[in-house]
């Protein structure tokens, strides 16, 4: 009787400390997304077009329905001499904006060009 107790609670505590786990990464993905963008932001304050495109890719790649990362990756590729990059992606981001638009999803634009 003794064992089987000690047996669930090795059990329970095995899978607490594996949500745990789950619950961690989850966070620290989230952290360091919203940092790809921060530091992307950082980088065009310094006039490092290079590395702003770079970490908004990131962005990009982690939450591709962020249509500010798309205008911010414009904004940067236009700096950076790349035009047609740069008008992809504002393209890009005007159509998500459009479609969370028709759809009545609630976004926050607040780096987005006025249409």
Do not use: C
Not at 58 to 82: K, M
């Amino acid at each position: 009787m003794i064992q089987e107790i000690i047996s669930l609670q090795t059990e329970t505590l095995v899978l607490i400390a594996g949500l745990v786990l789950v619950l961690a990464n989850a966070l620290v993905a989230a952290l360091r997304s919203k940092n790809w963008f921060k530091q992307g932001r950082d980088a065009m304050s310094n006039e490092d077009t290079s590395s702003a495109i770079y970490f908004f890719s990131q962005e990009i790649l982690n939450h591709p329905e962020n249509a500010d990362a798309y205008f911010a990756r414009a904004e940067a590729y236009r700096a950076n001499g790349e035009l047609e990059k740069a008008v992809a992606d504002e393209r890009k981001g005007k159509e998500m904006v459009a479609r969370s638009i028709k759809t009545g999803q609630k976004q926050d634009h607040s780096l987005s060009p006025s249409f």
